[in-house]
């Protein structure tokens, strides 16, 4: 039955090799909530997939912003 299928939006996201928190792709949380918005009422539950390299060098603080940048799209698909 379509009505009762689940449905779900993939997100890749690859490379980001964040370093520092300057980085400008910390500030495109908002364009990418809003680059996927239109299908969001098309689906049942939202993927995010990073591929890549995350981290610049690897270190603690790199990943910490990492996860900033997942939560803030999280809260901004989920504010949608």
Avoid: C, M, W
Wanted: cysteine-free; overall charge negative.
């Amino acid at each position: 039955d379509p009505g009762t299928a689940s449905r779900a939006l993939l997100i890749q996201i690859s490379d980001i090799h964040f370093s520092a928190p300057n980085d400008a792709v910390l500030k495109r949380t908002a364009q990418i909530s809003a680059a996927v918005q239109p299908l969001l009422p098309l689906t049942t539950r939202v993927i995010l997939i990073l591929t890549g390299d995350i981290a610049q060098s690897g270190n603690t603080a790199e990943y910490d912003l990492a996860k900033g940048f997942i939560r803030a799209i999280a809260a901004d698909i989920e504010g949608r």
